[in-house]
């Protein structure tokens, strides 16, 4: 019996074993998909990967996967795993067994916190054994390691901050780009409206002198041939244009 209890815990920790974590296999399958290259993908040798765009991953990917949209909780999760950022001028981790193409070393990625539990228990088992008394440094070993992770979440924090700073000013600034070229086109579209009431005054006074040419009878102008037509025309010409010039401007 004692035997089976043991053959079945050893297949059960061989399984653990190969089977990677749920987060390293769902962020090897982000990096590898062709069709977010532009957000997130490998570097140019695939010994690491970068997060181009850190706003579009939190918003559009991270939810898809891990059920939250915080950046920096994701880069955490990267840190327990042993994943180092490598570049100051973007988001790139690097992990020796997290290379394109060699998806089975995932295997052999375990989490910085197990491992540092497992040394400290058999730390302590070690210094029973030999009676020695603990002193506070496995306690300051303890904290010195949390305060790493809180420097390395505040550091991750402040530069997505930043860069969220940076594309609020850019947008800003393509605004007042567009808000110039606003201004640019209102005028134009002002001076063509000018244009039309300028052209359009002439032909009311040729109209009249038109009017005071032709022949009366008993008192009353008579209409020439073509004449209705072509005021109608004129008509319908001059408030189109007045109509079409006045939506372009709004």
Request: net charge neutral; hydrophobic share 30%.
């Amino acid at each position: 019996m004692m035997e089976g209890d043991h053959c079945e815990k050893g297949l059960l920790e061989y399984m653990r074993k190969s089977t990677p974590p749920p987060f390293l296999l769902k962020t090897y399958m982000l990096v590898e998909d062709r069709a977010t290259d532009g957000v997130i993908s490998w570097n140019s040798d695939g010994t690491a990967f970068v997060v181009w765009q850190p706003a579009e991953f939190s918003r559009d990917l991270l939810p898809t996967l891990f059920k939250h949209s915080n950046f920096s909780s994701f880069v955490r999760q990267l840190n327990t795993y042993g994943f180092r950022k490598v570049a100051t001028s973007r988001w790139e981790f690097c992990n020796d067994m997290f290379r394109r193409g060699e998806r089975e070393l995932l295997c052999k990625i375990r989490r910085r916190k197990a491992w540092a539990n497992k040394h400290h228990q058999q730390q302590q088992q070690q210094q029973q054994k030999q009676t020695v008394i603990a002193g506070p440094a496995d306690q300051n070993e303890g904290q010195d390691l949390d305060e790493d992770q809180r420097s390395s979440s505040s550091t991750s924090s402040s530069s997505v901050y930043s860069n969220l700073v940076d594309e609020n000013k850019r947008l800003k600034k393509e605004n007042g780009v567009l808000c110039s070229e606003l201004t640019i086109m209102k005028n134009k579209c002002k001076e063509l409206l000018d244009l039309v009431s300028l052209y359009a005054g002439p032909e009311k006074e040729e109209e009249e002198e038109g009017d005071q040419r032709r022949p009366m009878l008993f008192g009353v102008r008579l209409e020439v041939q073509g004449d209705r037509e072509r005021k109608r025309k004129r008509a319908e010409i001059s408030e189109t244009a007045t109509i079409l010039l006045s939506q372009s401007c709004k």
